[in-house]
């Protein structure tokens, strides 16, 4: 059974930043594209930052390019998304997805398995 469980959210000031966790158990991390998704109220979920396991390229939205990065250690079945620089339009629930080939990387119908989401909230 897969799960993903994602940690780090919280609530902080414009400028500040955060680091989410996504922890990923059932499945052989290495091999999964990974990725992080995000929601903000009355809004579809959005595309943030992804990572193909076979080639290593790494595609960011262009709203976080620059400030945002995303990274892995397989040996700990763990994701991260590093978020610098942060401003009020980020306040969302943060998800992460995983998929064992995703075809389309910022789609969400494409990805196969998705966390629970964890909240950020940016302060003015």
């Known amino acids: 059974q897969v799960q993903l469980v994602e940690s780090g959210g919280g609530l902080v000031q414009a400028g500040g930043s955060l680091r989410l966790s996504c922890a990923a158990s059932?499945?052989?991390?290495?091999?999964?594209?990974m990725a992080w998704f995000r929601q903000a109220p009355g809004k579809e979920r959005e595309f943030v930052a992804g990572r193909f396991w076979s080639s290593g390229n790494i595609y960011y939205a262009d709203s976080v390019k620059g400030r945002f990065t995303i990274s892995r250690d397989n040996a700990k079945n763990t994701m991260y998304l590093q978020m610098n620089s942060l401003k009020p339009d980020d306040t969302a629930v943060y998800y992460c997805?995983?998929?064992?080939?995703?075809?389309?990387?910022?789609?969400?119908?494409?990805?196969?398995?998705w966390g629970q989401g964890t909240q950020v909230t940016v302060s003015p």
């Open positions: 059932g499945l052989t991390f290495s091999n999964y594209d």
């Open positions: 997805a995983a998929d064992k080939a995703v075809v389309l990387i910022a789609s969400t119908r494409t990805w196969e398995y």
